[in-house]
């Protein structure tokens, strides 16, 4: 939550900083420290969701290069979360249905070698079924 909604407005969510493939380790070790980080992350999202302004609603931002319209980036975010939800309560089966867990580098380096485009988020993974 914190990379994406960090910069919400001027910066794609794939933040430098950020180290996907280590975000679902188990490190957390006491259930206060699991509010705690789920307080911290839900806090940036509607700190960011508070700040929005009629004109900020206009803007187009990126999410791995591909445009979006303020609604459609908050759409896709609030999508995403419960599907990480599924993972973690059942992370013995854990199956991926985008990113392989390891694979991020390979990617995102894929998604940004790509121009900005614009469209709809599930195109691929529609095209791929097809396949």
């Given at each position: 939550?914190?990379?994406?909604?960090?910069?919400?407005?001027?910066?794609?969510?794939?933040?430098?900083?950020?180290?996907?493939?280590?975000?679902?380790?188990?490190?957390?070790t006491?259930?206060?420290?699991?509010?705690?980080?789920?307080?911290?992350?839900?806090?940036?999202?509607?700190?960011?969701?508070?700040?929005?302004?009629t004109a900020d609603?206009?803007?187009?931002?990126?999410?791995r290069?591909?445009?979006?319209?303020?609604?459609?980036?908050?759409?896709?975010?609030?999508?995403?979360?419960?599907?990480?939800?599924?993972?973690?309560?059942?992370?013995?089966?854990?199956?991926?249905?985008?990113?392989?867990?390891?694979?991020?580098?390979?990617?995102?380096t894929?998604?940004?070698?790509?121009?900005?485009?614009?469209?709809?988020?599930?195109?691929?993974?529609?095209?791929?079924?097809?396949?």
């Amino acid at each position: 939550m914190f990379s994406r909604w960090t910069n919400f407005l001027t910066t794609d969510g794939e933040k430098e900083w950020k180290n996907r493939d280590t975000e679902f380790e188990n490190d957390i070790t006491t259930r206060e420290e699991l509010l705690d980080k789920w307080e911290e992350g839900w806090n940036c999202l509607f700190t960011v969701l508070n700040s929005l302004t009629t004109a900020d609603m206009q803007q187009e931002i990126y999410i791995r290069n591909q445009g979006h319209n303020i609604t459609e980036a908050i759409n896709r975010q609030l999508a995403h979360y419960p599907y990480h939800i599924g993972q973690i309560a059942t992370h013995n089966n854990w199956i991926s249905l985008s990113i392989p867990k390891g694979n991020s580098n390979t990617y995102n380096t894929n998604k940004f070698s790509k121009p900005k485009q614009k469209g709809h988020f599930t195109v691929e993974y529609l095209n791929k079924k097809k396949e």
